[in-house]
């Protein structure tokens, strides 16, 4: 019943390799936001999906992060060639709809390492 | 620039106490703000939203103002628990159809028994 869920919860990798978040929001929500959280700093917007398509992504800090939602449902967040910038909490939210009330549920994050 | 900013960074105060929370903000266009409660290692958790309109809100033993004029925001936490122990984050909603939220660096609170 649940909340937002993330997977996996810890990601170690080494500089240079590809990773996959994945993030399964609330049942019924069609807003879907992905975060980022480094140390000691307030979370960063990345993207915003509403439904499958995504009409905001200027959070998103380069070519080399991408992110797909499908069945207006899960989302995967991608990072190619992954540099020790990259490290950082990556958080998911949902909301019911889009709009400025609507409330934003997070899950509990993906914490990526890069070495 | 769309900043918040929150004070102090971190807080100690002994069970039972109270305290109050800052958040100072200059976002544009305004819609509303929010408080979060994020304890470590777990996604954050909303205490409260406030439109332009509101003044002020309350969750239990939490109490948010709102000054639209001056931009600023407080958070009081009456009779702590060592369960408040968290990082409260204030969140301004920047308007607009992406509901797009900026994020402050947090408060680190530490109850102590």
Redesign the interface.
């Known amino acids: 019943g649940a909340g937002?869920s993330q997977s996996p919860s810890n990601k170690v990798t080494e500089k240079g390799k590809d990773v996959e978040l994945r993030c399964d929001p609330i049942s019924g929500h069609t807003?879907l936001y992905w975060?980022r959280q480094r140390l000691?700093?307030?979370?960063?917007?990345l993207i915003?999906f509403q439904g499958n398509s995504a009409?905001?992504k200027s959070g998103l800090p380069s070519d080399r992060f991408s992110a797909e939602r499908t069945g207006e449902s899960v989302s995967t967040l991608t990072i190619q060639r992954t540099q020790q910038e990259d490290s950082a909490v990556y958080?998911c939210?949902s909301?019911l709809q889009?709009?400025?009330?609507?409330?934003?549920?997070?899950?509990?994050?993906t914490r990526l390492t890069v070495t | 620039k769309n900043q918040v900013e929150q004070s102090p960074q971190s807080l100690i105060i002994l069970e039972g106490k109270n305290c109050t929370l800052q958040c100072n903000y200059t976002v544009s266009p305004f819609s509303n703000l929010r408080w979060y409660k994020q304890d470590t290692g777990r996604g954050p958790v909303s205490l409260t939203i406030m439109t332009f309109s509101e003044n002020t809100k309350s969750n239990g033993r939490y109490t948010a103002t709102l000054d639209a004029d001056t931009k600023q925001s407080s958070l009081h936490i009456t009779a702590s628990q060592l369960s408040d122990s968290a990082s409260y984050i204030c969140v301004v909603g920047s308007g607009g159809a992406t509901n797009k939220l900026i994020f402050g660096t947090g408060t680190l609170l530490a109850v102590q028994p």
């Open positions: 937002v807003a975060y000691g700093q307030g979370l960063e917007f915003y009409p905001d958080l939210a909301s889009r709009g400025n009330t609507y409330e934003q549920y997070f899950g509990p994050g």
